[in-house]
């Protein structure tokens, strides 16, 4: 029997891992742009999660959470943006282009890459989801409430007003963050709310959520890893988060 569960265990993972495709398409100022595809099937209804990493990381940001969030029912692409180098040990290519290229890769130059990943995403589905990790999320929060049409809905990873070193103002994610329309769902390690409390105050109570974890919890996406104890706190969140959003 123990042999049998085994062997399931080991063919569902298969079949999950089967449906990764790496693709590539081009930013708006036509920058190469890697992305992995993670596909249940090419239901156009089915709700699409578009993934975006951390600071120094990459699309392996994504590797073990884009598989479950196939067992949730969601198609999936995870995202290298300009700005990163590696994560899970998978390189970041679309931040290899970028320096090949002669582009800037700050964080804020990876807001167009965040934009062209959306519209790239449009052919797989009309119902579209963005995760942002750190620096990621702040600027999905500022994108999105700029223009709405873009994600019925957001989930916001240690967001924060991460931008004044480069010449932005203070409040640079608040002020467009106050015109979010659509569910939005924010948290953190448990030290870093600070980081984000006044932007989630600004948004909407009838759309914000907010997950504080018991645990001391980890920076951005990453705090979803199954190596970390406290994953388990923050998948039911999201789960829970997602359920909620009746796509």
Request: hydrophobic share 40%; aromatic share 12%; net charge positive.
């Amino acid at each position: 029997m123990k042999k049998c569960l085994i062997l399931i265990l080991l063919i569902t993972s298969f079949v999950y891992a089967a449906n990764k495709k790496t693709v590539e398409f081009k930013s708006l100022d036509n920058l190469i742009l890697t992305a992995d595809l993670y596909m249940i099937d090419e239901d156009i209804n089915r709700p699409f999660i578009v993934l975006y990493h951390q600071a120094q990381s990459s699309r392996g940001e994504y590797s073990e959470i884009a598989l479950r969030l196939n067992k949730l029912g969601f198609n999936c692409m995870a995202v290298d943006l300009r700005s990163g180098e590696m994560s899970n040990g998978i390189k970041n290519q679309t931040y290899l282009e970028a320096v090949k290229n002669d582009k800037k890769t700050t964080h804020l130059k990876a807001r167009i890459d965040i934009v062209s990943a959306l519209h790239y995403a449009r052919q797989y589905s009309q119902n579209l989801i963005a995760w942002g990790s750190s620096y990621s999320a702040s600027l999905l929060m500022k994108t999105i409430g700029e223009k709405p049409r873009y994600a019925k809905a957001i989930l916001a990873f240690s967001p924060g007003e991460y931008f004044s070193k480069f010449g932005k103002p203070i409040d640079y994610i608040k002020t467009s963050a106050n015109k979010l329309k659509i569910p939005v769902f924010i948290t953190s390690a448990r030290h870093e709310v600070k980081d984000w409390q006044e932007i989630y105050n600004v948004i909407d109570a009838k759309y914000r959520v907010a997950f504080i974890p018991k645990a001391q919890g980890h920076h951005g996406s990453s705090s979803l890893w199954s190596k970390y104890s406290s994953s388990n706190e923050y998948w039911v969140a999201v789960e829970s988060f997602l359920k909620s959003l009746n796509l």
